[in-house]
């Protein structure tokens, strides 16, 4: 769940993004899991659920802690950046840097997913 006012528009890095809908201090805290908003599967649970939504998660979930995480919130259409705004410290996205409004908030994919950002790998 974000835990800051955002808001879509369009991205200079892929399709949509997040972008702050208030200054975000450099510490703060902008997302973290809450049960019942938020949703997990086991692999197992994720294998079975109908193609299509497997589909749409496989788009906008990502894996953490060895289950598939999907955030209702605009939380899943932060892109990935290497060099990312935010970073990932006990259960929480936190703001590396102070992020003004109407910067978009990006997520290094490598710190929670690996496997999903072997695409955005740069190959040496």
């Given at each position: ?7 879509l ?52 979930a990502y ?29 929480y ?8 409004k ?23």
């Open positions: 769940m974000l835990l800051v006012k955002t808001y528009d369009k991205s200079k890095i892929h399709g949509m993004g997040v972008f702050a809908g208030e200054p975000i201090r450099k510490g703060q805290k902008i997302w973290r899991f809450v049960e019942g908003y938020d949703r997990c599967w086991t692999p197992k649970q994720f294998a079975r659920l109908p193609k299509q939504a497997r589909d749409y998660l496989k788009d906008y894996r953490a802690d060895g289950e598939i995480l999907f955030t209702v919130d605009n939380d899943h259409y932060i892109n990935h950046s290497e060099q990312a705004n935010t970073f990932w410290k006990a259960g996205s936190i703001a590396r840097v102070d992020i003004p109407g910067v978009e908030i990006t997520n290094d994919y490598r710190e929670f997913d690996p496997g999903l950002c072997a695409g955005f790998l740069k190959k040496k």
